[in-house]
C-alpha cells in the first residue's frame, strides 16, 4: 500500500503552483557520516501536494558549493514531504542548509540539518602542518594546517602557536580561513624578536574543541639553518681523567633544544679521528647547551674541535674550541696514550637513527678494532629500561637493532660500553 501511495504521489502534477511558505521542522535534523536515512521536512504555508499543482522537483542538503541530493523527493501532504539520503563517508561535516524546490522556486531552511563524523573515524585532530619551521622576521607566512574529522570551517575559531613548555610566547595569525572542513590556511607575521623555537600549533572552535599539534613548528633565526652559530664554550679546556666536566655551549640564532641534538668534542689526529662524547646533556634554552663530559685518562692530549648538530641549526662548529690538557698526576700509562685493547686503538664511530623513534633503533658501528660492544637504554634518572644487549662488532662498518616498541614515550639515552670507555646518546621515543 505504501508503495502505491509513494507511486501515486510522485506522479502528482498541481500546475500554476510555485514553491510557497516556510520550513519549519526536519526530521531526523542530523546524521553521521557514510549513513542512509530517509529525511522528513515540515512546512507551513506550503502546497506541496494540491493534486493540481507542479511538483517538488528536489530535496537537498547544502553547504556552500557542497550538494547532497535526495533521492525520490515525494509530496506526502500539502505540508509533508521527503527524500532518501545516502550521506557520503567523505561528506563535510557540520551545518547544512536543507532546501526544498518546486516549480521554479525554492525554500529553504538555513543550517537545518547537521552531519557529523562517523562512528569509526575517531575524534577530532590536527594532522600535518606546512611548512613547519618559520624564520624570524617573516612576514605574511602561509601556513596550512590540515586535521582528520574536524570542522575547521566552524564559526567563532581559534589558532594559535603557542611556545611549547610555555604560554608565555604567542604567535596569532593575522588572518586565516578554512578551505574545508579539514584544511585550514593561517598567515603569520613572524616578528624579529619572536622567541625561537619549538610551537605547539593550537586550533579551538566549538564542534571540535581544544585541539593541539605538540612541537608542530619551529620559529627559527633570521637566517635560518646555517645561520646559527657557536659563540662561546665555558670552560674551553679540561684534563685527562676528569669525570663528569661540565661545559656549557652557548650559541647565536640557535634552537639548542631541538630534538636529536649531538654533541661531540672531535680531535683530527694526524691519522685517526678521535672523540669524547657527552655522558648526558640538556638545553636550558635555545642558545645554551649544558654538557657533562667523562675525559677518559688516555685521552689524546691537545686540540678538539666543538661539534653540535641538529635539524634546524645544521652542523655546528667551533675549529680547536676545546682542549684536553695532561693530568697533573701523570702516571699510568701516560696521559696522551690512545685508548687500546690488545695493543689496538681502540676507535669507534656511533650513529643512531631515527630520532625520534617510533619502534626500532638503528645503531650504526664504524670500528677500527674487532671487540665486543654492550647497549644499554637508560631513562632520565638512569635507571635501565632494557636488559643490556651484548654485539660481536668486526673492523668497519657494523649495524644493529634495539628494540624500543615496549618503551613508553618519553627521553632516554643510550649507552654504548666498551673495556671502560662509554658512548652515550640522548634519543626520543614517541
Same mark, same amino acid.
Given at each position: 500500500?505504501? #508503495?502505491?501511495?509513494?507511486?501515486?504521489?510522485?506522479?502528482?502534477?498541481?500546475?500554476?503552483?510555485?514553491?510557497?511558505?516556510?520550513?519549519?521542522?526536519?526530521?531526523?535534523?542530523?546524521?553521521?557520516?557514510?549513513?542512509? *536515512?530517509?529525511?522528513?521536512?515540515?512546512?507551513?504555508?506550503?502546497?506541496?501536494? !494540491?493534486?493540481?499543482?507542479?511538483?517538488?522537483?528536489?530535496?537537498?542538503?547544502?553547504?556552500?558549493?557542497?550538494?547532497?541530493?535526495?533521492?525520490?523527493?515525494?509530496?506526502?501532504?500539502?505540508? =509533508?514531504?521527503?527524500?532518501?539520503?545516502?550521506?557520503?563517508?567523505?561528506?563535510?561535516?557540520?551545518?547544512?542548509?536543507?532546501?526544498?524546490?518546486?516549480?521554479?522556486?525554492?525554500?529553504?531552511?538555513?543550517?537545518?540539518?547537521?552531519?557529523?563524523?562517523?562512528?569509526?573515524?575517531?575524534?577530532? #585532530?590536527?594532522?600535518?602542518? &606546512?611548512?613547519?619551521?618559520?624564520?624570524?622576521?617573516?612576514?605574511?607566512?602561509?601556513?596550512?594546517?590540515?586535521? =582528520?574529522?574536524?570542522?575547521?570551517?566552524?564559526?567563532?575559531?581559534?589558532?594559535?602557536?603557542?611556545?611549547?613548555?610555555?604560554?608565555?610566547?604567542?604567535?596569532?595569525?593575522?588572518?586565516?580561513?578554512?578551505?574545508?572542513?579539514?584544511?585550514?590556511e593561517a598567515y603569520f607575521n613572524l616578528a624579529s624578536n619572536a622567541v625561537l623555537g619549538q610551537y605547539d600549533v593550537v586550533v579551538q572552535n566549538a564542534t571540535d574543541?581544544?585541539?593541539?599539534?605538540?612541537?608542530?613548528?619551529?620559529?627559527?633565526?633570521?637566517?635560518?639553518?646555517?645561520?646559527?652559530?657557536?659563540?662561546?664554550?665555558?670552560?674551553?679546556?679540561?684534563?685527562?681523567?676528569?669525570?663528569? *666536566?661540565?661545559?656549557?655551549?652557548?650559541?647565536?640564532?640557535?634552537?639548542?633544544?631541538?630534538?636529536?641534538?649531538?654533541?661531540? =668534542?672531535?680531535?683530527?689526529?694526524? &691519522?685517526?679521528?678521535?672523540?669524547?662524547?657527552?655522558?648526558?646533556?640538556?638545553?636550558?634554552? !635555545?642558545?645554551?647547551?649544558?654538557?657533562?663530559?667523562?675525559?677518559?685518562?688516555?685521552?689524546?692530549?691537545?686540540?678538539?674541535?666543538?661539534?653540535?648538530?641538529?635539524?634546524?641549526?645544521?652542523?655546528?662548529?667551533?675549529?680547536?674550541?676545546?682542549?684536553?690538557?695532561?693530568?697533573?698526576?701523570?702516571?699510568?700509562?701516560?696521559?696522551?696514550?690512545?685508548?687500546?685493547?690488545?695493543?689496538?686503538?681502540?676507535?669507534?664511530?656511533?650513529?643512531?637513527?631515527?630520532?625520534?623513534?617510533?619502534?626500532?633503533?638503528?645503531?650504526?658501528?664504524?670500528s677500527v678494532i674487532a671487540s665486543e660492544l654492550t647497549f644499554t637504554v637508560h631513562d632520565l634518572r638512569g635507571a635501565e629500561v632494557l636488559r643490556p644487549i651484548t654485539?660481536?662488532?668486526?673492523?668497519?662498518?657494523?649495524?644493529?637493532?634495539?628494540?624500543?616498541?615496549?618503551? &613508553?614515550?618519553?627521553?632516554?639515552?643510550?649507552?654504548? #660500553?666498551?673495556?671502560?670507555?662509554?658512548?652515550?646518546?640522548?634519543?626520543?621515543?614517541?
Open positions: 500500500m505504501k #508503495k502505491l501511495i509513494s507511486s501515486a504521489l510522485s506522479f502528482a502534477f498541481a500546475i500554476g503552483v510555485f514553491a510557497q511558505g516556510s520550513i519549519i521542522a526536519v526530521n531526523p535534523n542530523n546524521s553521521q557520516q557514510g549513513k542512509s *536515512l530517509i529525511v522528513t521536512v515540515t512546512g507551513s504555508g506550503t502546497q506541496w501536494n !494540491t493534486g493540481s499543482g507542479t511538483q517538488i522537483s528536489s530535496i537537498r542538503l547544502e553547504q556552500g558549493s557542497s550538494v547532497i541530493f535526495g533521492a525520490n523527493a515525494n509530496a506526502f501532504t500539502n505540508t =509533508l514531504c521527503g527524500a532518501s539520503f545516502n550521506i557520503p563517508q567523505n561528506a563535510n561535516t557540520g551545518k547544512y542548509d536543507v532546501s526544498v524546490s518546486q516549480g521554479s522556486g525554492t525554500i529553504m531552511m538555513r543550517g537545518g540539518f547537521t552531519i557529523t563524523s562517523g562512528s569509526g573515524q575517531g575524534t577530532p #585532530k590536527l594532522t600535518s602542518v &606546512s611548512p613547519k619551521s618559520g624564520q624570524v622576521g617573516t612576514n605574511n607566512l602561509k601556513v596550512t594546517i590540515t586535521g =582528520l574529522n574536524t570542522n575547521l570551517n566552524s564559526r567563532g575559531q581559534y589558532v594559535a602557536l603557542v611556545q611549547n613548555g610555555s604560554s608565555t610566547a604567542t604567535i596569532i595569525p593575522q588572518s586565516f580561513g578554512a578551505s574545508s572542513t579539514t584544511m585550514l574543541g581544544l585541539m593541539r599539534m605538540t612541537k608542530g613548528f619551529t620559529v627559527t633565526g633570521s637566517g635560518g639553518p646555517g645561520s646559527s652559530s657557536i659563540t662561546s664554550i665555558a670552560p674551553n679546556k679540561g684534563q685527562a681523567g676528569t669525570s663528569n *666536566l661540565k661545559v656549557t655551549i652557548t650559541g647565536s640564532n640557535t634552537v639548542l633544544n631541538t630534538k636529536g641534538t649531538y654533541v661531540a =668534542l672531535v680531535n683530527q689526529g694526524s &691519522s685517526t679521528t678521535s672523540r669524547i662524547l657527552p655522558h648526558s646533556f640538556g638545553a636550558s634554552s !635555545t642558545t645554551m647547551l649544558d654538557v657533562y663530559f667523562n675525559i677518559g685518562a688516555n685521552a689524546i692530549i691537545g686540540k678538539y674541535d666543538v661539534i653540535v648538530r641538529n635539524v634546524i641549526d645544521g652542523f655546528m662548529s667551533v675549529v680547536n674550541g676545546f682542549t684536553v690538557e695532561s693530568a697533573t698526576t701523570g702516571g699510568g700509562g701516560g696521559a696522551g696514550s690512545p685508548a687500546t685493547v690488545n695493543g689496538a686503538e681502540l676507535e669507534f664511530d656511533v650513529n643512531v637513527y631515527p630520532v625520534p623513534v617510533d619502534d626500532y633503533l638503528n645503531v650504526s658501528v664504524n654485539q660481536e662488532v668486526v673492523v668497519g662498518k657494523n649495524t644493529f637493532q634495539i628494540d624500543l616498541s615496549e618503551v &613508553s614515550s618519553g627521553s632516554y639515552y643510550v649507552v654504548l #660500553k666498551n673495556e671502560g670507555q662509554q658512548w652515550t646518546q640522548h634519543v626520543i621515543v614517541d
